[in-house]
């Protein structure tokens, strides 16, 4: 199972950005579906960005489409998630998350294989 850890977290001002990592332990990383979710105090786990296990397609949550960009070099077995004109509402926990193969349906995030830690994210107004 891939080992994952996240970096880049950190405290920014609303309009701000953030670039997150994640690190895999695996050179097989470019097998794996790749997402980012988010969990805010009192709020359940949600979707935020993914990319496919050959750099194909990427897909966004409504709230962060055209705001937050989600990459990955397979060379360097790291995603990446590019946060730009942060909003308070941004506040979470940030997640990366893989799985083997594609993933059906990004809402059902017990479809993961393997998690990280998890890096903290605050946008204050």
């Known amino acids: 199972q891939v080992q994952l850890a996240e970096s880049g977290g950190g405290l920014v001002q609303a309009g701000g950005s953030l670039r997150l990592s994640c690190a895999a332990s695996?050179?097989?990383?470019?097998?794996?579906?790749m997402a980012w979710f988010r969990q805010a105090p009192g709020k359940e786990r949600e979707f935020v960005a993914a990319?496919?296990?050959?750099?194909?397609?990427?897909d966004y949550a409504h709230s962060v489409k055209g705001r937050f960009t989600v990459s990955r070099d397979n060379a360097k077995n790291t995603l990446y998630l590019q946060m730009n004109s942060l909003q308070p509402e941004d506040t979470a926990v940030y997640y990366c998350?893989?799985?083997?193969?594609?993933?059906?349906?990004?809402?059902?995030?017990?479809?993961?294989?393997?998690w990280g830690q998890g890096t903290q994210v605050t946008v204050s107004s």
């Open positions: 998350a893989a799985r083997v193969g594609p993933w059906a349906d990004y809402s059902d995030h017990t479809l993961a294989d393997s």
């Open positions: 695996e050179h097989t990383f470019g097998r794996y579906t």
């Open positions: 990319i496919s296990q050959f750099n194909i397609r990427t």
